[in-house]
């Protein structure tokens, strides 16, 4: 995530935006309030601009995804002003708040689970940052600062090589002698004849610059070589937070809409250089006005506060696009009389395909539902594409 940019006097030398591979873990706050995550727990990662999650469920009857979230990330979208190398690497909290900051929506259409009724629509509408994000790895540190040099090197020739050739050119000198005597007559910078010297004499610095930045050719193409081999990968230990709420229309309708479920919860753990994370997370969500079946089968409608906590190791050999992971989370109920506690399991099987797009399979045990508790078996493919990330 970084603009390379050379200076040249007033101006700037864009030397090319190289599009980087951001995701590293496919998390969407809104897709886990509403159930269709691929993990509850993911380690952090640097995002896109835009980013996009299509499921395919083995409940759904149709090819055409089902289940569909949204993220963005403002600080990306706006361009990144301000932010620096050392920034990006910041372990303080305002620069891994404004660079992770994420704004989720997910939508999930009808299916056969029972904790959703197949006649309503449900959407969600989440935040995710990270409070702690650990540091990049000592081959992405070694890449940025040779990018560094190679930026300063390429910028000091350029700057030279311009001087000199101003200096030297007579086109350009006489713009400048002439537009310092209209000057000295008028006494007004904004003068149309003045403005009309210093746009032509703008054009020949253009014209003399892009001949200069051809004989440097080859050092552009070094550094556009090392920065498309840089690789964010953020190892020690971190500390996420996300929360949100999702909404139940029912019928379809948009103004019969009521609110289906709350939470916010952490995920936190630690990254090794040796492929191996282990994570945690505790969450706490709200389940208003929730139809359950009591131990006699009688459904009642009663407010259900839960509690998770839960833990997943993730392996990833080094190099590979393939990763593997399990995950198991224990559901207490808080509200007495309500549900019994339950659990979650899932084994995760996620491949990198590039070009910042990964696609995921997932096989587990679901939480027991509300009103039954049969059902429990959840299969899906997940694909999830990264969009906006040329830095």
Known sequence: MMAIVAIAGAQSIDTGKIKLDLLRAPSSPGANLLGFAVSDIEKPSDVSEFMLTLQSATNSNSLIPSNYAVDLAPFWMFRAKGLTTDKF?????????????????????????????????????????????????????????????????????????????????????????????????????????????????????????SSIVESYDESLKKLEKEAASFKIE???????????????????????????NAGAWLTFGANYQNGLSILGITRFLQNPEKVFADDQGTLKNEDISTFDAGARIIYTATGSRFSASTEAIYRSVLTKNTLDPSWRWVLNAEYDIGNNQRLTFFFGRAFNGATTKDGNVIAALNFLKGLGNHR
Do not use: C, W
């Open 89 to 209: 690497n910041s372990g303080k909290f305002s620069d891994a708040f404004r660079q992770s900051f994420v704004i989720s929506t997910a939508i999930r259409n009808t299916d056969s689970s029972k904790d959703f009724n197949p006649l309503n629509l449900y959407q969600s509408f989440g935040t995710k940052f990270s409070i702690l994000r650990g540091k990049l790895s000592n081959k992405a540190v070694s890449i940025l600062e040779t990018i560094h040099d190679l930026q300063s090197e390429i910028a000091s020739g350029v700057n030279r090589d311009l001087a000199g050739q101003l200096e030297a050119d007579s086109i350009y000198q006489a713009l400048k002698k002439s537009r310092q005597v209209k000057l000295a007559e008028t006494m007004d910078p904004n003068n149309p004849e003045v403005r009309a010297i210093s746009e032509k004499m703008e054009r020949r610095m253009e014209k003399l610059k």
């Open 234 to 260: 953020r190892f020690g230990f971190f500390i996420d937070f996300a929360g949100g709420v999702s909404l139940e229309y029912v019928n379809r309708t948009f103004n019969q809409s009521r609110v289906y």
